[in-house]
């Protein structure tokens, strides 16, 4: 069965301040995807990042950054020096084997305090 | 950038009544989705149709629901019978490959059942 856990369910920081997000998945396959999508207050959902099974390089775009340990089935997302615009909820999901069916994450909410 | 579109932004109505929310995937996209957001939790999978057929549904897809690719553009999700617990966001979705490519979100419909 696939499963995406997201343990921290509320976080705030101050502007400024590092932040992690966690995300651990389960799966039995293989070959998986795993993404993050930010929703805004505006209620959109918007891509981010993906990364499949077989890259474990770590990416960085901008302040974004990502870290896929598959020892640990972890897909952290760290934002540096967060601004307020950072504030919305972030889904991490996952989607493996035939099926064409994401399984998202219960998301983390980020506030930005400035 | 191409965007999924979906219409209309909100739609209220009694329950008992039927509903059909409307989408237009990106044109170059072959799979397309249907997914739901109850007020502050996850987003749920509905449905996922390629080829004018449905490939994959979850078990929130009952008999209340169906989706249809009426012509060349748009997808529509149909809910017959609505109730107080349909109430919700409803996403459309498309990508180019299923598993593997990102989901691109419309910017959803909020669906009150009165």
């Known amino acids: 069965a696939q499963k995406v856990t997201q343990a921290q369910t509320e976080i705030s920081v101050v502007e400024k301040e590092d932040v992690t997000l966690d995300c651990v998945y389960e799966t039995r396959d293989t070959t998986y995807y795993l993404f993050w999508y930010k929703q805004p207050p505006s209620g959109e959902l918007v891509f981010l990042i993906r990364?499949?099974?077989?890259?474990?390089q770590n990416e960085i775009s901008g302040r974004y950054s990502w870290n896929f340990q598959k020892s640990t089935s972890s897909f952290n997302f760290t934002i540096t020096a967060s601004q307020v615009v950072d504030s919305a909820v972030y889904f991490c999901?996952?989607?493996?084997?035939?099926?064409?069916?994401?399984?998202f994450g219960t998301g983390t909410s980020l506030t930005v305090i400035p | 950038e191409p965007e999924v579109t979906q219409t209309p932004s909100h739609q209220v109505t009694q329950m008992g009544q039927e509903v059909i929310l409307r989408c237009v995937p990106i044109s170059n996209h072959l799979y397309f989705y249907w997914y739901r957001q109850i007020l502050g939790q996850k987003v749920e999978f509905l449905v996922s149709?390629?080829?004018?057929?449905?490939?994959?549904k979850s078990e929130i897809f009952d008999d209340q629901f169906s989706v249809e690719r009426p012509d060349g553009s748009n997808f529509t999700l149909k809910i017959r019978s609505t109730k107080l617990e349909d109430s919700a966001m409803y996403f459309c979705?498309?990508?180019?490959?299923?598993?593997?490519?990102?989901?691109?979100f419309g910017n959803g419909t909020r669906l009150t059942v009165t």
């Open positions: 979705a498309s990508s180019e490959w299923p598993v593997s490519s990102p989901l691109h």
């Open positions: 999901a996952l989607t493996s084997g035939t099926g064409n069916q994401f399984y």
């Open positions: 149709f390629y080829n004018n057929e449905i490939s994959e």
């Open positions: 990364r499949n099974s077989f890259d474990e």
